[in-house]
């Protein structure tokens, strides 16, 4: 199946730092990339939808001036969370949809974000 | 709304079959999406229907009625490995997978 890769695969950061995470699609190009959030024993939860070349769209009560998102080719995609603070750790997922009549959509294998 | 519905927990034993049902409720359907996920890791995936009918790969089948808002994930021959969470994912008419809590399979020997 399509492979995507996320990096880093784990970051510890200082409160008020800001993080940068990739997402790539690596044998696939994806015109549509989805940024997931996922504290610990609960549901993913969308944070945005990022469109090559165009803006991202936020989901209800998500920051966009603080999670930005950038989806410059249609291989990569990258969400920067900007000055973190604790209450952002959390296990960051990104996913990427094929185009074509079947649309699957496949999982990065997540960065998991440590504030201290 | 939408809403998805899955047992949130089941038990089966080594070696046997189980059903894992999904409930669901979307605007627009484009495809029903399982996923696996095992603890601390991002989901893989499994298996993708869009029409009606059951479509097997391997040991894992997954069945879906459009009309009843129904799916079914059968996993076959389990193994320890498969001890995991197991996610619906319906895609609306948006084309956004919507996510229910998942349910998750214990495995005994």
């Known amino acids: 199946g399509a492979v995507v890769s996320q990096h880093p695969s784990w970051v510890i950061c200082k409160s008020g730092t800001s993080v940068k995470i990739e997402c790539r699609s690596l044998d696939f190009q994806a015109t549509t990339m989805f940024w997931y959030r996922q504290f610990p024993k609960q549901s993913l939860m969308l944070m945005a939808t990022s469109n090559e070349g165009s803006k991202a769209t936020y989901e209800q009560g998500v920051e966009k001036d603080k999670f930005l998102i950038n989806h410059a080719s249609l291989t990569l995609s990258t969400l920067t969370v900007t000055s973190a603070h604790p209450e952002d750790s959390s296990f960051y997922i990104c996913s990427a949809r094929t185009s074509g009549p079947r649309e699957e959509q496949y999982f990065g294998p997540g960065t998991r974000l440590t504030v201290t | 709304g939408q809403n998805i519905d899955q047992p949130t927990e089941m038990t089966a034993t080594e070696g046997a079959i189980v059903q894992i049902n999904c409930t669901y409720q979307?605007?627009?359907?484009?495809?029903l999406f399982w996923y696996q996920q095992h603890a601390g890791e991002a989901p893989t995936f499994l298996s993708y229907n869009v029409l009606d009918g059951l479509e097997e790969k391997g040991r894992f089948s997954s069945f879906l009625s459009r009309s009843k808002g129904y799916s079914y994930l059968l996993l076959k021959e389990l193994q320890m490995k498969d001890s995991a969470s197991y996610l619906c994912?319906?895609?609306?008419?948006?084309?956004?997978?919507?996510w229910g809590a998942g349910t998750k399979l214990i495995i005994k020997p």
């Open positions: 994912a319906p895609m609306d008419s948006n084309y956004q997978l919507i």
């Open positions: 979307t605007s627009g359907f484009n495809g």
